[in-house]
């Protein structure tokens, strides 16, 4: 029973960091209507930027918020120059645009910070109040970082007037057009937000994984499978889909079939659940007029 | 299409023809080579093409369907001396039922759901055929090594020998032009307008009757037997199998492909084979230290440029200087 | 014919009768000549395994470094590295230009088991050698049937032996846990293990998991171990995943007798993220000199080693123990190019290949890398280590023949 336990809380921590990727998935098809391929390369960039940052001297939280800056101006200027003049194309133009991004951050990565790991500091101490056996003192503090940039978002949304704009701008278009909402600047406000978000999952996902070019591939396909489980619409579908992807991961690992297999029957569980429900867990159903 | 554009037509078809059969005698081994790969990817993504482009259903795991194929192959030849030439139809039939099954809760996923549940897909295939209970059929982790098939008979042109690769270029280059030739008299008919139409207004076309149930799983089918068979053609020109050859980024590759090569285009698939084959090595040569950066800054380039691939340029300039051809010319694109 | 022209012909033959035995010391394949040799090399740059490029990068900044010093027998080494991202039809692809396109004389340290395989025959085919493969694997040792290949770092199953043997002497009811990377390499360690620990691996085993290189923690195979009641843990993993293993093992309290094979044992770059705390009491195993452990501060090979990055390749990192590996194989490379003399045949590389006896300066003390015509394995000798806490202590005797 203990051991059960210490795998459901096991699959959590890791939950949480599926969570925090799905939730800039999230973030961006809200602005966008895309599915970002580079979202988790972006992250990992900038990650590098706060690495190197805290090896200039610069402090924790220094560094963490001059990088959610510099992540969130990045992808303003990502999508103002890169990605306006595809607007308009079809969407598997766009999609190879993000695979264009995904290479060349990982190779930019690569070659200004080489491969070797690098290990990233934590701000949450080892020895705090809430650390358990189950769970380290770091992996509670990114879940509690998630759910605060979740509260963030889901206030930004819904109560301020950008927030209203930028769905109303990724919704219709046209309309929000008509009604003043410059919809071009919506998306790239979109983008620097999902950039940002992608950077606070990036920093709290290098203490557990360590840090390298290629830290964020493994995780982006789990976060993708959480946003989808949870509805791409949802951010809090998103987070708790990850969550559930992480304790299923571990669950099916340690007692159902092995860790030999274990990738593929998570994901074919997942599948089975969007053939049940095609909009997620908990995502709208959209009913479109023929 | 009127007479002189048919003759026109005939003629480059038999310059390119000559072309074809002259120019691996005239090329080192290692180039031939290359272009069986060529050739092996083009059929891949004709395979891709079949069910993206003309049906609208995305594929990210087009690799899952390429190692079946190749695996299907290997284990003909190695454990059981099937002669090579026999896989690819065997190849096929495995990888057309394998797309049937996975065809079928495509069905109700639509869009991103469906481009992750073909990504996992693509995901999973290589740690399947690490898995201990079948090793002895797959080899696990350490693959399956082929021997080259040698040519049949003895031939020199130029000087240079019939060497077993460039009698594979041959032999590829014949089931290359029989899958095209497929593919064209497939998707040129009442298939062909159904799937297109499935693609571009699922609901009307279901209320015209066309049963999307029937068409869609069967297109899923189709194209994974092709792309099968470039799988068992590229475990034959490649001699060597192993989980480590088919990763998800063999699949990302053929959507590259596809894109640049232009959807809903048969010819399209060369360009893109061409593309995925040769670019990484120019970027390569370009720069040392970030090549895959640069080979990031042509997919990007290549999109501004030509957004609905090569084959749409080129549709786009042949219109331009034949105005009054524009009626032909356009067909397919979405 | 008159007598002039008679003594001409006579002359010209007594001539050449002398030339021809001048001539003839002087022998060359395709990819050598007066000035240069070829050596071609195929390393993952790109993808997954890309933490292993640095390994080429330092051997090519070794030859650098040689021909700036006037090169082997006065040639210069024309290295030529190409980038197959660990995917073996790119490796057959790079493999071929190197051969028909490069016309290398022979390609030297390509990385990786599946790689590697994918090429083997060819190059026994093409009768190039396929010199000092840089994988563990034990079937690159097989002169019989693959003239033409040679490995060069001791194999992971003689390293597994020797932990399992240790094992045996020191605990031999131990309850085994062994996490392992689910591939080539990982099999390979297992399979050397069970084979060392003989008829009582199976009872002595309690838990045996594997995890891929995509996964992103194996926080849940740590936690399944630890409720296995294993105190005795052999760690089968690369770098990223083994200080992983190690810091969380030490945050969910568990502490067993913890192997770790060599693969992953450098300071610099495993334990130091891992915690150095948290990395007291692990036993290794180690032929190469840790660049990272003080106790080499002022040993000559490692200032010589430390003085050549700084030189030739200042970006190198130097907490990283590839660094020492390539740099390591380089001086190998440049032995067998140096005993080879005038006589650059692809034939006669594979000879003098097979005839090494040295020991180079980044090698343990007591280790060395020998060859004869059926021993194609250079290195094999290998002590065990423990970590202190600062640096890693070695102990027991030298293992390997």
């Known amino acids: 029973m203990e051991g059960f336990l210490h795998q459901v809380f096991s699959g959590l921590a890791t939950g949480g960091i599926y969570a925090s990727v799905a939730l800039a998935l999230v973030m961006i098809y809200q602005a966008t209507h895309h599915l970002n391929f580079a979202q988790g390369e972006l992250a990992m960039f900038c990650t590098f930027i706060a690495w190197a940052l805290l090896q200039a001297g610069w402090p924790y939280w220094a560094a963490f918020f001059a990088t959610i800056c510099a992540s969130f101006i990045l992808g303003l200027l990502i999508q103002r120059i890169l990605l306006r003049p595809f607007e308009k194309a079809p969407v598997l133009t766009n999609v190879i645009v993000f695979i264009g991004l995904l290479v060349i951050f990982n190779s930019l990565a690569g070659w200004i910070f080489d491969y070797t790991i690098k290990p990233f500091p934590s701000p949450f101490p080892k020895d705090a109040w809430y650390v358990t056996e189950y769970f380290s003192g770091h992996e509670i503090g990114s879940v509690g970082v998630t759910l605060c940039v979740l509260l963030v978002l889901y206030a930004f949304f819904r109560f301020t007037p950008m927030g209203l704009a930028m769905r109303g701008a990724a919704q219709n278009p046209d309309s929000a057009r008509l009604v003043g909402i410059r919809v071009s600047w919506m998306l790239a406000v979109g983008w620097g937000l999902a950039a940002a978000i992608g950077s606070v999952a990036g920093m709290m996902v290098a203490p557990i994984v360590f840090l390298d070019p290629n830290m964020m591939s493994g995780i982006l396909l789990y976060g993708f499978a959480a946003a989808l489980l949870g509805g791409i619409d949802n951010p809090w579908g998103a987070v708790l889909g990850g969550f559930i992807v992480g304790v299923l991961e571990n669950l099916l690992g340690a007692y159902v079939i092995g860790t030999e297999l274990k990738l593929t029957v998570a994901l074919v569980l997942i599948v089975g659940v969007l053939t049940l429900k095609p909009s997620g867990l908990f995502g709208k159903v959209v009913v479109t007029r023929v | ?334 | 014919m008159d007598k002039r022209q008679f003594g001409f012909a006579i002359a010209t033959v007594a001539m050449s009768t002398i030339a021809v035995p001048a001539l003839a010391q002087k022998k060359y394949d395709t990819g050598a000549d007066d000035k240069e040799v070829k050596v071609g090399n195929i390393m993952p740059y790109s993808g997954p395994a890309s933490a292993y490029g640095t390994i080429g990068k330092s051997m090519s900044a070794y030859f650098d470094k040689i021909n700036a010093e006037g090169g082997v027998n006065g040639r210069k080494i024309k290295f030529i590295s190409l980038d197959d991202g660990y995917s073996p039809p790119k490796t057959v692809e790079q493999a071929r230009k190197l051969v028909e396109e490069e016309e290398v004389l022979f390609i030297a340290t390509s990385l990786g088991t599946p790689p590697n395989s994918a090429i083997h025959k060819y190059m026994n085919q093409k009768k190039v050698p396929q010199l000092f493969v840089a994988t563990g694997a034990t079937k690159w040792g097989d002169p019989k049937d693959y003239p033409w290949t040679m490995g060069w770092q001791p194999n992971y199953q003689a390293e597994a032996k020797i932990y399992a043997a240790h094992i045996l002497e020191t605990k031999p009811n131990a309850k085994i846990a062994v996490l392992y990377q689910n591939d080539d390499y990982g099999k390979d360690y297992l399979q050397g293990f069970e084979a060392g620990l003989g008829d009582k691996a199976k009872s002595m085993i309690v838990s045996k998991l594997t995890y891929e290189v995509t996964d992103p923690t194996i926080d849940s195979q740590m936690v399944t171990m630890k409720a296995s009641g294993a105190d005795v843990f052999f760690n089968i993993t690369t770098p990223k995943f083994a200080a992983q293993a190690i810091k969380k093992a030490a945050e969910i309290g568990w502490k067993p007798v913890h192997y770790l094979n060599n693969v992953s044992a450098s300071v610099g770059s495993v334990l130091v993220p891992a915690g150095l705390d948290n990395s007291v009491g692990l036993i290794s195993t180690q032929y190469l000199k840790d660049p990272t452990d003080p106790q080499w501060a002022n040993d000559k090979g490692f200032q010589d080693w430390k003085a050549f990055m700084a030189k030739y390749y200042p970006s190198g990192d130097l907490k990283d123990g590839s660094n020492v590996f390539g740099y390591n194989v380089a001086q190998g490379l440049v032995q067998v190019i140096k005993q080879a003399g005038d006589n650059l045949t692809r034939a006669n590389i594979m000879k003098q290949a097979a005839s090494l006896d040295i020991e180079l300066p980044m090698m343990l003390p007591g280790v060395n890398a020998k060859t004869s015509a059926d021993d194609f394995f250079p290195i094999e000798r290998e002590q065990l280590i423990k970590f202190d806490g600062k640096s890693w202590v070695r102990f027991g005797k030298v293992y390997g023949r």
């Open chain 2, 1 to 334: 299409m009127k007479s002189y554009d048919r003759n026109w037509m005939l003629v480059g078809g038999l310059v390119l023809l000559v072309a074809l059969c002259v120019v691996p005698f005239l090329v080192k081994n290692f180039r031939v080579f290359q272009f069986n790969l060529v050739l092996v990817y083009a059929i891949a993504i004709l395979g891709l093409n079949i069910l993206t482009g003309f049906n609208g259903q995305f594929s990210l795991g087009h690799g899952a369907f390429y190692a079946i194929g190749a695996y299907t192959a290997a284990i003909l030849m190695d454990r059981f001396g099937v002669p090579y030439w026999a896989t690819l139809p065997v190849a096929a039939g495995v990888c057309f039922v394998f797309g049937l099954v996975i065809g079928f809760p495509a069905l109700r996923l639509a869009g991103h759901y469906l481009a992750l549940a073909t990504f996992a897909l693509a995901l999973a295939i290589p740690q399947l055929l690490k898995y201990r209970l079948i090793e002895g059929w797959t080899g696990g982790v350490q693959g399956i090594v082929l021997n080259k098939p040698d040519a049949p008979f003895e031939l020199a042109l130029f000087g240079q020998r019939l060497s077993p690769d460039r009698w594979l270029f041959f032999f590829s280059l014949a089931v290359t032009i029989l899958m095209f030739v497929i593919a064209r008299n497939l998707l040129a008919g009442r298939v062909g307008r159904a799937l297109i139409a499935i693609r571009d207004h699922p609901t009307a076309a279901a209320a015209m009757g066309i049963n999307l149930t029937y068409f869609k799983s069967l297109t899923f089918g189709v194209s994974a037997a092709f792309t099968g068979i470039a799988g068992a053609l590229g475990a034959v020109v490649v001699a060597f199998v192993a989980p480590d050859s088919f990763t998800v980024f063999l699949s990302i590759s053929f959507l590259v492909g596809l894109v640049v090569g232009g959807l809903a285009s048969i010819p399209a698939a060369v360009f893109g084979a061409i593309f995925i084959q040769f670019v990484p090595n120019i970027a390569d040569e370009i720069s040392k230290a970030a090549p895959w950066a640069i080979y990031g800054i042509f997919l990007i380039v290549f999109m501004y440029l030509m957004p609905t691939g090569v084959m749409g340029l080129l549709k786009k300039m042949w219109a331009r200087l034949r105005p009054t051809g524009a009626a032909d010319a356009a067909s397919g694109q979405p």
